[in-house]
């Protein structure tokens, strides 16, 4: 898998879009993007994921860089129980691979 | 069921003995990923289930650490001679289909995890 960079931690007011960085420059033509959070002391959840074209779900929405060298994860209203570890991970979209999960953004959201 | 399910949620034992954790994937998920997690790093991949078989065990640490899976539904992870270092969360993931597929495949869906402490 392609090497993502992401920042260690942010923090965002309640109620506030949340936006998440995630840097991907050495990213292939056949990689996607995943975004997966973890709550503390829950297991991974899947959020959304894309290969070049922006997309959204219930939980967010996904914007790639036009080069796909970058993306950004946005929560447009963060609740306090988004507050969790945020993982962006790139992959191919054929044959087995697995996820590999690096340190991620540990998200703070506050009252 | 629901949703992944781990057992036990916490296991001590002492440096030596033997232990075994539990994962019930998904009904119908015929993937199923065992990673874990050190206190305060991230996940590490451990061993790929397709089916009963496990195509992929290049991140089992050691010949200590060893998995199964039965009627492509449950897997155990048994780890041999606890160390210290083996202290973790254990998770366990299923998907409905092995990565490598498009669209909705492409979830993994994790349990709560074990929480193993070697004294």
């Known amino acids: 898998d392609a090497k993502t960079t992401q920042p260690p931690s942010m923090d965002c007011a309640e109620g506030r879009a949340a936006n998440l960085p995630c840097n991907h420059s050495?990213?292939?033509?056949?990689?996607?993007v995943y975004w997966y959070r973890q709550i503390h002391s829950q297991g991974p959840q899947y959020i959304i994921h894309?290969?070049?074209n922006n997309e959204t779900n219930e939980m967010a929405s996904l914007i790639i860089t036009e080069d796909r060298k970058s993306s950004t994860l946005i929560l447009p209203h963060a609740t306090l129980r988004d507050t969790a570890v945020y993982y962006c991970?790139?992959?191919?979209?054929?044959?087995?691979?697995?996820?590999?999960f690096g340190k991620g953004t540990m998200l703070l959201v506050s009252p | 069921g629901a949703g992944v399910s781990q057992s036990p949620s916490n296991k001590v034992t002492e440096k030596g003995k033997d232990v075994e954790l539990r994962c019930d994937p998904i009904?119908?998920?015929?993937?199923l990923y065992w990673y874990r997690q050190s206190l305060g790093q991230g996940l590490e991949f451990l061993i790929y289930?397709?089916?009963?078989?496990?195509?992929?065990k290049s991140g089992l640490p050691s010949d200590r650490f060893s998995a199964e899976r039965t009627g492509g539904s449950v897997s155990t992870l048994t780890i041999q001679r606890t160390q210290q270092e083996d202290s973790a969360v254990y998770l366990c993931?299923?998907?409905?289909?092995?990565?490598?597929?498009?669209?909705?495949?492409?979830?993994?869906?994790f349990g709560s995890g074990t929480q193993l402490s070697v004294l």
């Open positions: 993931a299923s998907s409905l289909a092995p990565l490598g597929g498009l669209g909705i495949q492409e979830k993994l869906f």
């Open positions: 050495t990213i292939s033509g056949n990689e996607y």
């Open positions: 894309g290969l070049k």
């Open positions: 991970i790139v992959r191919v979209n054929s044959g087995y691979s697995t996820l590999t």
């Open positions: 009904s119908g998920h015929t993937a």
């Open positions: 289930f397709q089916g009963n078989s496990a195509p992929d």
